[in-house]
């Protein structure tokens, strides 16, 4: 029912920003919780931040708290990533993930594993 697709990925000089976003769909009238997950090559994928349906519940994994923003727009179906001050930390491919069962959390939860529809993921590079 859900269906979720990134877009905005790319290569960005360090100290750059870039935007994410991920265009979502669902029978539930865009309730549920949604986030941004990343995995670089070799590593496990791990929780960027979550956001709840309404966007009044958010979490930030504490390596891009100051640094991200993330944000949603139910009208226009796309929750947001913003990246500020990137570093070569942050390159990896990014994937927007939902759990419309989660429409009353007041905090959505960062393990992968309470996700249940995933986009196909955008890389993002920063180089040296």
């Known amino acids: 029912q859900v269906q979720l697709q990134e877009s905005g990925g790319g290569s960005v000089q360090a100290g750059g920003s870039l935007k994410l976003a991920c265009a979502f769909s669902?029978?539930?009238?865009?309730?549920?919780?949604m986030g941004w997950f990343r995995q670089a090559p070799g590593k496990e994928r791990e929780p960027v931040a979550t956001?709840?349906?309404?966007?009044?519940?958010?979490f930030y994994s504490h390596s891009v708290r100051g640094r991200f923003t993330i944000s949603r727009d139910n009208t226009k179906k796309t929750l947001y990533l913003r990246m500020n001050s990137l570093n070569r930390e942050d390159t990896g491919a990014y994937f927007c993930?939902?759990?419309?069962?989660?429409?009353?959390?007041?905090?959505?939860?960062?393990?992968?594993?309470?996700?249940?529809?995933w986009g196909q993921g955008t890389q993002v590079t920063v180089p040296h």
């Open positions: 669902d029978n539930n009238s865009g309730r549920g919780c």
């Open positions: 993930a939902a759990q419309p069962a989660l429409s009353r959390a007041l905090v959505c939860p960062a393990a992968r594993e309470e996700y249940n529809t």
């Open positions: 956001i709840t349906s309404g966007g009044g519940g958010i």
